[in-house]
């Protein structure tokens, strides 16, 4: 069965300072991987994904994401972190194959705090 | 393009009552997602429509539960009765291609 775990409840970073949001996963097959983000009072907002291709993925905000096959992990970071990167953060896989409708599974996520 | 909206927004109701949850869509996607946020947990699958057709329900924790989506445009998720344990936050996902866009969510409180 698919699974996503993110092993830290919250990261601490202060502004300026480069950022790591780790997430970790298990997959039967190739995995497609995805970053989602939910400011306060706000929905899940979609930062990237990893389908095939590259290991580093760029997406929205300077946010990028590194897959790393042998390690099964997906650890978002950014080079610079603002006050405005604190969010909640999610990890998912995509369970992939007709039968599972693309729903997706996804990890308990991880609070940024960025401070000045 | 109007995104995902769901109503009410939040919503504090007492054990044993009902409560109604609505999704609308991004216009044209057909297939619709519930997925539920217990406090401090995963996001977890509910269940999948494609139109006005159940695709996957396997994620519905138990016969209190109810979605429907007539027509196969918005959805609805009824709890009847609820309980405590049905606190968090419903949130409704759609998707006509590649990519699931997500609604605020409906924060639900059970008392």
């Known amino acids: 069965a698919q699974s996503v775990a993110q092993p830290e409840d919250q990261v601490n970073v202060a502004e300026g300072n480069p950022l790591t949001v780790k997430c970790t996963y298990s997959v039967s097959g190739n995995p497609y991987l995805f970053w989602y983000v939910q400011y306060p009072n706000r929905g899940l907002q979609f930062l990237l994904k990893y389908i095939t291709g590259d290991n580093l993925v760029k997406g929205s905000y300077g946010f990028e994401a590194e897959f790393n096959k042998s390690q099964t992990s997906f650890h978002l970071k950014k080079p610079s972190a603002l006050v405005s990167d604190s969010a909640l953060y999610f990890c998912a896989v995509r369970v992939v194959g007709l039968e599972y409708g693309n729903k997706l599974v996804f990890g308990a996520g991880t609070i940024l705090r960025v401070k000045s | 393009e109007a995104g995902v909206t769901q109503f009410p927004s939040h919503s504090v109701i007492e054990k044993g009552q009902t409560v109604t949850l609505r999704c609308d869509p991004i216009s044209g996607h057909d297939n619709l997602y519930w997925y539920r946020r217990v406090m401090g947990k995963e996001i977890k699958f509910l269940l999948h429509?494609?139109?006005?057709?159940?695709?996957?329900e396997s994620g519905m924790p138990n016969n209190r539960f109810l979605a429907e989506r007539t027509g196969g445009t918005y959805s609805t998720l009824k709890v009847q009765p609820a309980e405590l344990e049905d606190s968090g936050v419903y949130f409704c996902?759609?998707?006509?291609?590649?990519?699931?866009?997500f609604g605020p969510g409906t924060r639900l409180t059970v008392t």
């Open positions: 429509f494609v139109k006005e057709s159940k695709q996957d």
């Open positions: 996902a759609s998707r006509k291609g590649g990519e699931q866009y």
